[in-house]
């Protein structure tokens, strides 16, 4: 199973918002999430990075 956790980066940190995240869609800069038990977390921001083979999405603030 090939599950993400995505973290939230801001200037100075960064926050795990999502962990094992199943699904992800994008409305603008609206950014959905659905973790493996269903979940649903939605953030503002955009995707700066998706790493495949540490199972990591970090997405900028704002």
């Known amino acids: ?26 409305q603008g800069n609206q950014i959905h999430l659905t973790d493996v038990i269903g979940q649903e977390i939605t953030v503002v921001g955009t995707i700066m990075s998706v790493d495949l083979i540490n199972n990591q999405i970090k997405v900028k603030e704002g």
């Not at 199973?1 to 994008?26: H, T």
Request: aromatic fraction near 8%; include cysteine; glycine fraction near 0%.
């Open 1 to 26: 199973m090939c599950l993400s956790n995505v973290y939230l980066v801001s200037d100075d940190s960064e926050k795990l918002v999502c962990e094992y995240a199943s699904s992800v869609s994008v």
